[in-house]
């Protein structure tokens, strides 16, 4: 089973970049929702997620700018970043809960990550 995220990459202040996640591999079900963020000499913080009724929550840094989205079907995740600052400068990372069998319990997965580098 893998998480793979991509999307990162360098872009000015006040521009947008999209970024995608998908799982891939053996398993019944994966519940691909969330969106980490660790900056470098610091914790790694919640960006968004999606919540178990289906709606949002964010970061307080990014909420306004950045939009968090999901195609169950596909087990893609997706997170619309727009108004980019510098502070959102770091690792991005997607989360997930996959049960890989069923009567098997759910187990925690995170992606590699992928950077993001807002600067001029």
């Known amino acids: 089973v893998q998480l793979q995220a991509s999307g990162g990459g360098l872009v000015q202040p006040g521009g947008s970049l999209r970024l995608s996640c998908v799982a891939s591999g053996r398993f019944v079900r994966a519940n691909v929702k969330a969106w980490y963020r660790q900056a470098p000499g610091k914790e790694r913080e919640l960006v968004a997620e999606?919540?178990?009724?289906?709606?949002?929550n964010y970061g307080v840094a990014v909420a306004g700018r950045f939009t968090i989205s999901r195609d169950s079907a596909s087990n893609r995740l997706y997170l619309q970043m727009n108004s980019l600052k510098s502070d959102d400068t770091a690792v991005y990372y997607c989360?997930?809960?996959?049960?890989?069998?069923?009567?098997?319990?759910?187990?925690?997965?995170w992606g590699k990550g992928t950077q993001v580098t807002v600067s001029s």
């Open positions: 999606i919540t178990p009724g289906g709606g949002t």
């Open positions: 989360y997930s809960d996959i049960r890989r069998h069923w009567g098997r319990d759910v187990e925690n997965f």
